[in-house]
């Protein structure tokens, strides 16, 4: 080995740990624009819920009888079973969105570590003292290994992703649905 080995490990990991320290930094910031787009969404689902309630209310305590109010009870159940599916499209979208970041974002920060973590490998299995090839072998066996279970864990993550978001979409079909029957039964 040369001389330069200490100062390369060094090196290396002062770059690696300002780089995880940048994705860091980078994910927290993508987790607070999330955490914004969900609080307005849910400060401005609450403004227009307490503005249509206070409306509904008013329109059901002016029915002149109970016929009236329970026809304008059934003409409020559709209206309000859109909002609601929209307000949960619109959270799947957040949640979506911000998930996708994360991932690209640590997919990139991992691809860039382990590109580096073979470069070195390689440089310092360059001046490795004769008979150590089993040892490198190794070595670059773990660092495969470890790639092969992230990809697997990666790709496994993206199944459940869409597979919920299919989930989501059919329980919107059928929510939607059941209020358009429960609608028309009571016109």
Not at 16 to 35: D, I, P
Not at 118 to 135: F, M
Not at 149 to 161: D, F, H, N, P, R
Request: net charge neutral.
């Amino acid at each position: 080995m040369t001389t330069n080995t200490p100062e390369q490990f060094i090196a290396t990991t002062k770059a690696n740990l300002e780089a995880q320290f940048a994705s860091l930094t980078s994910l927290n910031k993508k987790a607070f624009e999330g955490l914004e787009q969900l609080f307005a969404l849910n400060v401005n689902a609450a403004k227009a819920s307490f503005e249509e309630g206070t409306a509904a209310a008013k329109q059901l305590l002016s029915a002149k009888d109970p016929q009236e109010f329970f026809t304008l009870s059934a003409a409020q159940a559709q209206p309000n079973a859109e909002k609601a599916l929209a307000y949960g499209r619109h959270l799947a979208s957040i949640t979506t969105a911000t998930q996708q970041e994360f991932t690209k974002a640590v997919e990139a920060h991992i691809a860039e570590t382990n590109t580096k973590v073979i470069s070195l490998i390689d440089e310092v299995t360059k001046n490795a003292p004769a008979g150590s090839e089993q040892a490198v072998t190794a070595l670059k066996s773990v660092v495969g290994n470890i790639n092969a279970g992230y990809e697997q864990l990666s790709k496994t993550t993206k199944q459940a992703v869409q597979t919920l978001e299919e989930n989501l979409n059919k329980a919107t079909q059928q929510f939607t649905q059941a209020a358009e029957k429960a609608t028309a039964k009571k016109k």
